[in-house]
């Protein structure tokens, strides 16, 4: 019986060196809120650094007809020590938005007014060549069509990458097509992209894909989020 709980505390032990070095810093996407007019949307990310166990949050504010943060619009924050036990490092996003009440009244963000889930991922594993999904406003009776087309170029942290949405908006029979965000943009040690959610507001004019992308680091793969706008 010794010998046998001796194994399984090894096992234990091995397994968990083995996840710390494949492991990687994992983000938190939080739906902050539309403000009224739906004409600006605030999200943050939170998470907690490795090795370090420093925890770190970030706070966005999107101008959805530029698809852009507004002036100012950003702002994070990360911890000198480390997290305590059984801490996820949720604390510093809620004291970064209590330090940065001013940014979310200026654009009048309503934390209760959160987007309306129009498609939730369940896809871990995205293709390198982008994906392509359908999804429907059952309110407005408009169908979508989002196709996700990715340009990556060298792996690991050498990896330079871009992408932009097609999307494609129907009702009663008339389709129209929307190009959805920069491929202009290049960023760094970006390994992949992944529409993980499609937010609507409450007036149903603006549009939120939550983009997780998976992030090169020294010996693991970080994740993060950002959003593109569309507002119709």
């Given at each position: 019986m010794l010998f046998r709980k001796n194994v399984l505390i090894i096992s234990i032990i091995f397994l968990t060196c083995?996840?710390?070095?494949?492991?990687?810093?994992?983000a938190v996407f939080v739906d902050l809120g539309f403000s009224p007019d739906g004409k600006t949307f605030m999200f943050g990310q939170y998470g907690v650094q490795l090795p370090s166990l420093k925890p770190w949050a970030e706070i966005f504010v999107v101008d959805m007809d530029t698809n852009?943060?507004?002036?100012?619009?950003?702002?994070?924050?990360?911890?000198?020590?480390?997290?305590?036990?059984?801490q996820d490092g949720s604390g510093i996003l809620y004291q970064l938005l209590s330090s940065n009440t001013n940014l979310s009244n200026r654009y009048k963000i309503n934390f209760q007014n959160q987007g309306q889930p129009l498609y939730i991922s369940r896809n871990e594993k995205p293709s390198e060549n982008g994906e392509t999904i359908n999804f429907r406003d059952f309110i407005s009776g408009k169908s979508y069509r989002a196709q996700l087309i990715p340009t990556i170029n060298g792996t690991g942290i050498n990896a330079r990458s871009s992408f932009y949405i097609n999307l494609d908006v129907t009702l009663n029979s008339q389709t129209k097509n929307y190009i959805v965000g920069t491929p202009s943009i290049t960023r760094q040690r970006i390994l992949s992209y992944n529409i993980k959610k499609v937010l609507i507001d409450s007036t149903g004019n603006s549009i939120i894909f939550v983009i997780e992308m998976k992030r090169a680091a020294e010996n693991s793969v970080d994740i993060r989020y950002m959003v593109e706008a569309v507002r119709f």
């Open positions: 083995v996840s710390a070095v494949w492991a990687g810093d994992t852009n943060f507004v002036p100012n619009g950003k702002a994070s924050y990360t911890q000198d020590s480390s997290i305590k036990a059984g």
